[in-house]
């Protein structure tokens, strides 16, 4: 079925199942670290999934990331290091109970996932003067997660887990990667087939947290204005929405 949006035609339009498609795998992206099978994923699969991340939003177009594929165990195991060390400094920061939740969550699956993946921001990819970086230099930064998201949403698309760590000492990060100075590690992924997805973030099931109602999260004009009456009939939505995303994991036919 075809949708009506206001100014498209029919080619620009998503039809209603690819629509619910684009919210089924936003909604159902889970962030994985348990639940990796050892199934090599095919590069045929592993191309679309970077492809998805080089077509990214960026700042100036600066296309400032890159891809460092990691399969060799030692590798993995010289990351695995890394994030013990970090970890057993995280957990002393948590008080009492905390502490024991923390410690028995599962905060990455770098040895079990098949491919780990640092994507990286080359701060220097297109000179020192970017288009619309010339004032916030944390731009090119930015753009990068946009890749990230990109991916671990086509990864969930083809059925893919991703978990992203970064419970690192950046330095060991850099040091076992090779990463050249200009070259920052902006997310450590481990991507497989999983035996399942969740259908709750792990920390939300773990009662660590729970995922904030979005209308407490709207100001209108300037922060702190809820924005009256003007604005109940969107809170009353956003909260019907929220519940919708929670349960079903998409939404139903557009009005
Ligand atoms: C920037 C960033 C860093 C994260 N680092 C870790 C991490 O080190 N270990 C981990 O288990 N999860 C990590 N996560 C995953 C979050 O815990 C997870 O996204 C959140 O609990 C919500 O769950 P969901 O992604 O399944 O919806 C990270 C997520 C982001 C966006």
Redesign the pocket.
């Known amino acids: 079925m075809k949708l009506e949006t206001p100014g498209l035609n029919a080619e620009h339009e998503f039809t209603e199942a690819a629509r619910a498609a684009v919210y089924n795998a936003i909604f159902s992206?889970?962030?994985v670290?348990g639940q990796f099978l050892p199934d090599p994923v095919p590069d045929a699969v592993l191309s679309r999934v970077l492809t998805a991340a080089h077509f990214a939003p960026s700042v100036g177009y600066m296309q400032p990331w890159s891809f460092v594929l990691v399969r060799e165990p030692a590798v993995k195991e010289r990351i695995h290091a890394a994030f013990r060390e970090a970890n057993a400094e995280a957990a002393q920061m948590f008080e009492g109970a905390k502490q024991e939740i923390y410690r028995e969550?599962?905060?990455?699956g770098i040895r079990e996932a098949p491919i780990n993946l640092c994507i990286t921001c080359d701060r220097d990819r297109a000179g020192p003067v970017v288009l619309g970086r010339t004032h916030i230099k944390a731009m090119d930064i930015y753009s990068t997660v946009c890749a990230v998201q990109n991916l671990w949403l086509a990864a969930r698309a083809e059925g893919l887990g991703v978990?992203?760590?970064?419970?690192f000492h950046q330095a060991a990060l850099r040091e076992t990667l090779a990463l050249p100075p200009r070259v920052f590690p902006v997310?450590y992924l481990c991507l497989g087939y999983v035996s399942h997805f969740?259908q709750r973030?792990?920390?939300?099931a773990a009662g660590w947290r729970q995922r904030l109602p979005l209308e407490e999260l709207l100001h209108f004009d300037r922060w702190g204005e809820d924005g009256g009456e003007a604005a109940e009939a969107l809170k009353r939505q956003v909260r019907s929405d929220q519940n919708a995303a929670t349960s079903g994991g998409t939404f139903p036919a557009k009005e």
């Open positions: 992206r889970r962030d670290r969550l599962k905060l990455e978990g992203w760590v970064s419970i997310a969740y973030p792990e920390l939300e």
